[in-house]
């Protein structure tokens, strides 16, 4: 945690902030380590203060470092003290807070400067450490034994979406999630057409195409996986979607490396799919980030921005024709200096439930 601190305050100190007033979960523990719904972080220049209450008060101790931790359920009226002692007058902010939490604010320290920052914290966490990589490695291999799993499970006019997302589900946690990362997709049919179709109480057939895009939470880091099979035969149709998907998919796997903009992340796939004629039916960005959220930056709309070594992005072309079919492949890629690591190893290869 130290060297997230570390970065944190470098980046504290090239800015015109006096402080920072950290409220979000996610961004409190990836400076501090701790998880819990009470939790404040107050940093200026020379100060790191934690506050919680007495729930957790415990757990601060054990498990954050190198911060002074105050146990209080008035951790605003502390941050308060502060600013009036130390003289500041420039405070950032998460900007991901209620307009009622920014009201609170502003009737704290009316005097004070409060200044939304947004991704912050956030473009921090976009290079993964050591730790973190390790992490998500372990989610995407818990996603991929369960993809394998349901595969055994699956019987066409019986098994319901619903029944195959709760298999998933309980498959991961045995395999040591903690949650999922996200509401399983499970689209059968003319279902599959919608890229986000949630599972129903709809029945798998023979003839239909299936799409699963699931992921967990490993010690709070997550993975994001699909994958589309068919059921009983493929049509020669399917079969030529298949492939162009496959090909969009796997030409970004083999070209990603850091450096690369974020426009080519998202047009080297695209333009496959184009080429091919179903440019209108690919609906939805290339990918996005992922770590200690299932959508984090980077998101790929364009711009000058570029890939970075360290950063966690998902890859997942996918061909969406209404009313009839769809199919969607996604991998998490684990972007390096000299190319990318292919975090997901679920079988991709066209498969055919008998």
């Not at 105050?70 to 502060?82: D, M, Q, S, W, Y």
């Not at 796997?250 to 047009?267: C, H, P, R, V, W």
Request: proline share 3%; charged share 25%; net charge negative.
């Amino acid at each position: 945690m130290s060297s997230r601190i570390s970065r944190f305050e470098d980046k504290l100190s090239h800015s015109d902030l006096d402080a920072f007033l950290v409220t979000g979960q996610h961004n409190i523990y990836y400076l501090t380590g701790f998880w819990g719904s009470e939790s404040t972080v107050f940093i200026t220049r020379n100060r790191r203060l934690f506050m919680t209450d007495a729930r957790y008060s415990l757990i601060a101790k054990d498990v954050v470092k190198d911060f002074d931790i105050l146990e209080t359920r008035t951790a605003l009226a502390e941050v308060a003290k502060l600013m009036a002692a130390d003289g500041l007058v420039k405070i950032g902010f998460d900007a991901q807070v209620s307009y009622a939490f920014y009201q609170q604010l502003t009737q704290l320290a009316p005097d004070v400067t409060w200044l939304p920052q947004t991704d912050f914290v956030e473009e921090l966490r976009q290079v993964k450490d050591e730790t973190e990589i390790e992490t998500i490695r372990q989610a995407c291999q818990i996603s991929d034994k369960a993809f394998n799993d349901v595969l055994e499970m699956i019987k066409p006019g019986q098994t319901t979406e619903l029944q195959v997302a709760s298999f998933l589900d309980f498959r991961m946690r045995e395999y040591g999630a903690s949650g999922l990362s996200f509401e399983t997709i499970v689209a059968s049919g003319y279902r599959s057409s919608m890229p986000h179709g949630v599972a129903s109480h709809k029945v798998i057939e023979n003839g239909e195409s299936l799409t699963l895009d699931f992921g967990c939470y490993y010690k709070h880091y997550v993975s994001d996986m699909t994958r589309t099979i068919h059921i009983g035969h493929v049509t020669d149709e399917e079969r030529q979607l298949y492939d162009i998907v496959l090909k969009a998919n796997q030409t970004l796997i083999d070209q990603a490396k850091a450096g690369m903009f974020y426009q080519a992340f998202d047009k080297i796939p695209r333009q496959i799919i184009d080429d091919a004629g179903y440019g209108a039916f690919f609906t939805h960005g290339i990918g996005h980030g992922i770590g200690l959220e299932v959508h984090e930056t980077p998101f790929f709309r364009g711009g000058d921005d570029q890939l970075k070594a360290g950063m966690v992005v998902t890859d997942e072309p996918g061909i969406y024709l209404p009313n009839q079919y769809g199919l969607r492949i996604e991998d998490d890629l684990l972007i390096t200096d000299t190319g990318c690591e292919v975090l997901t190893h679920a079988p991709k290869e066209l498969i055919v439930l008998k």
